[in-house]
């Protein structure tokens, strides 16, 4: 058993509110990820969770339990934290050990259990140093096996990749993922990346200004943002909106162009949208009975594909393309756009309009 | 820190390619510099120069018009006086040093024990009004002894704690308590409070998480705490002077300032009481002299 939930809570420091009514159910067993921008307030969240903040209003149920006032040692969680905080004079051996003599056990549990985890973490080199002496990715595996090498109801993972490079980050993505299979455990994961979010979740959380905008499976927070922040934050390159109106059977846009009014919306006419297109559902090289007018303003090759800036007016669209597309700056082209795969956001209150019809 | 001083300013290359005129000019400027620190450290040892020579000269040497400065004939005798009485028993200054090694002691331990937790609560949790708080706290080291040394004299006599060991120790706590709780804030600050947070994870309480993982790592910075509270009650002489009378409770600064004042000094022991009363602090303050500068300034206010 290993069920986390939040509801409604609420912290401010000083003037900054930093959560703002969070509510979240984590369910047992799950991968559940909290994305969100710096600032948002998953820290906050997850240490709120943690029981290391004091909260100014709601509660924290640990299976089914209130622990809202329950010390952190009381919660039987473990905690990775963004920079590791191992305990600087005591040996990789001695960090790992550390949550089992907190609790007691038996010498020969603790070495039983330590040497389990080195090699699951493939750490049995490092045992004898201390964090001074461990890299980066070193330290970030101790760290892990110290949370890993007892049974907490849940683990709770503040940004624990962010500090590695590159390569090291999507090597631990994969581990990460095989280490929560294994285990069948409750993983609470924060991360202001959305390739580790899409990539390891189960279920995603996207939060924002203290609020959570929306929770879903990746492809639900992906494919069907609740509202323009999702859209915007969730997806590399990030969707391209656009300020139009529906008008009749056409969209007609802030700076002039008109595309078909998508069968999907049943906004009124007249009313103030954003028109949220992805990269990958827009095309410079077909082309389709929907397109819109721009000018070239910018390549960008990426190996794998290019992403071409293309100018409307005075807003940039974001497209993908072939990584063997040339242009020049100021050519003039047309951009097609697939209009099932469009998004449409209320101007004013940023929420999804797309929902209804799909 | 691995890196000094002189190898970050290496004057390596510069030896190689001297240009002539700035060499002279730089030489002509450090002999100048040189002169002028000679002098000054002569002006500003000389009293200290001048102690240690008396404190060894014979009496007849200590008096000598003009005065002896280097053909003296050597002794002991001043030393001896110090700790032994002339009857053979203890002498009144050992006595005096004594109390002084108690109260500078206790003090010292009182303040660092009350102090050190105090500056990790103010480090560590959000306190309503901290920043006055930490301000009233301070505030209480900026009148200077000698004002509040007649009410204090009064409240004392009031309580029965004039002329007690006990009274000065309190009003050093009293004193030390806020200069613990600043310059120990400045190093729990440094510490960072995850190591807390993991602990408490762990399954520690918030106290054993402080016990077993920050104060480790505060040793250095108690022991150079503890070391400038040690040297304030140590050095204190107004309170001293003002709420003690009798020679069994009396600390040395007093005591020793006590030997001036009759028809003729014993300067021979005046300087030898001197010389054994500066040398302590002499020796903390070698054994905590990176911290002089930088954790009086640093330490306690960064942040």
């Known amino acids: ?129 201390r964090p001074a002496q461990l890299s980066g990715g070193e330290m970030q595996r101790v760290a892990l096996a110290r949370a890993l090498v007892r049974s907490p109801r849940a683990f709770l993972m503040d940004e624990p990749l962010t500090n590695l490079d590159l390569k090291l980050r999507v090597e631990m993505r994969t581990e990460l993922t095989r280490i929560h299979r294994s285990l069948g455990a409750t993983f609470v994961y924060v991360t202001n990346d959305q390739v580790e979010a899409l990539s390891m979740a189960d279920q995603v959380a996207v939060l924002q200004e203290g609020k959570v905008q929306q929770v879903g499976t990746p492809t639900e927070v992906y494919e069907r943002p609740a509202n323009r922040w999702v859209a915007g934050f969730v997806g590399s390159p990030p969707i391209s909106l656009l300020a139009c109106h529906a008008e009749g059977d056409r969209l007609v846009g802030a700076q002039g162009w008109t595309l078909p009014r998508p069968r999907w919306t049943t906004a009124e006419d007249g009313r103030a949208l954003l028109l949220g297109l992805r990269a990958e559902d827009l095309s410079v090289e077909q082309r389709g009975d929907a397109s819109l007018p721009g000018e070239l303003y910018g390549l960008e090759p990426l190996g794998d594909r290019t992403v071409v800036d293309v100018r409307v007016g005075t807003e940039i669209l974001k497209v993908k393309a072939r990584p063997t597309v040339t242009g020049t700056q100021g050519e003039r082209l047309q951009v097609t756009v697939d209009l099932d795969r469009a998004h449409l956001f209320d101007a004013g209150t940023g929420r999804s309009l797309s929902q209804a019809g799909r | 820190m691995a890196v000094s001083v002189d190898e970050a300013v290496s004057p390596g290359p510069v030896r190689d390619h001297p240009a002539p005129t700035r060499r002279r000019s730089g030489r002509g400027r450090s002999v100048l510099e040189l002169a002028l620190l000679v002098v000054l450290a002569a002006v500003m040892l000389f009293p200290a120069l001048w102690m240690l020579e008396t404190s060894i000269k014979e009496n007849r040497d200590v008096y000598a018009i003009p005065a002896k400065f280097f053909d003296f004939t050597v002794t002991l005798d001043h030393f001896r006086d110090v700790f032994v009485a002339p009857d053979g028993g203890r002498s009144a200054l050992s006595v005096s040093f004594l109390n002084s090694v108690v109260v500078a002691g206790v003090s010292t331990l009182l303040a660092t024990v009350l102090g050190v937790p105090a500056a990790w609560a103010y480090s560590r949790f959000s306190v309503k009004a901290k920043k006055d708080q930490l301000f009233f706290i301070l505030s209480t080291r900026f009148m200077p002894p000698v004002v509040v040394v007649i009410p204090i004299f009064l409240m004392y006599r009031q309580v029965g704690l004039i002329d007690s060991k006990l009274g000065l120790i309190l009003i050093y706590a009293a004193f030390n308590v806020p200069f613990t709780i600043w310059m120990m804030k400045g190093f729990v600050d440094e510490v960072p409070a995850e190591y807390e947070d993991a602990a408490m994870l762990d399954g520690y309480t918030r106290l054993q998480a402080f016990r077993k993982f920050t104060l480790p790592l505060l040793v250095p910075g108690i022991a150079a705490t503890a070391v400038f509270a040690l040297i304030f009650s140590w050095n204190e002489f107004v309170f001293a002077i003002f709420l003690t009378s009798s020679d069994e409770v009396r600390t040395a600064p007093p005591a020793i300032a006590g030997l001036i004042g009759g028809t003729t000094v014993d300067w021979g022991l005046v300087a030898a009481a001197s010389v054994v009363f500066a040398l302590p602090v002499l020796v903390f303050a070698y054994l905590v002299r990176k911290h002089l500068v930088a954790g009086v300034t640093l330490g306690a206010v960064r942040r």
Do not use: W
């Not at chain 1, 912290?11 to 509110?17: E, N």
């Not at chain 1, 089914?64 to 952190?72: S, V």
């Open chain 1, 1 to 129: 058993m290993g069920t986390v939930a939040a509801h409604g809570l609420r912290k401010s420091f000083d003037k900054v509110q930093a959560l703002d009514g969070v509510t979240l159910d984590v369910p047992d067993g799950s991968f559940f990820v909290v994305l969100g921008p710096s600032g948002a307030g998953k820290t906050t969240t997850l240490r709120a969770i943690a029981g290391l903040e004091k909260l100014d209003a709601g509660s924290v149920h640990l299976d089914g339990r209130d622990a809202t006032g329950d010390t952190p040692a009381a919660r039987d969680l473990a905690m990775v934290f963004q920079n590791y905080a191992l305990y600087p004079r005591r040996t990789a051996y001695e960090n790992i050990a550390s949550p089992l003599r907190a609790r007691r056990c038996s010498s020969s549990e603790i070495a039983a259990a330590v040497e389990r985890m080195s090699s699951l973490l493939h750490i049995e080199r490092l045992l004898q140093r």
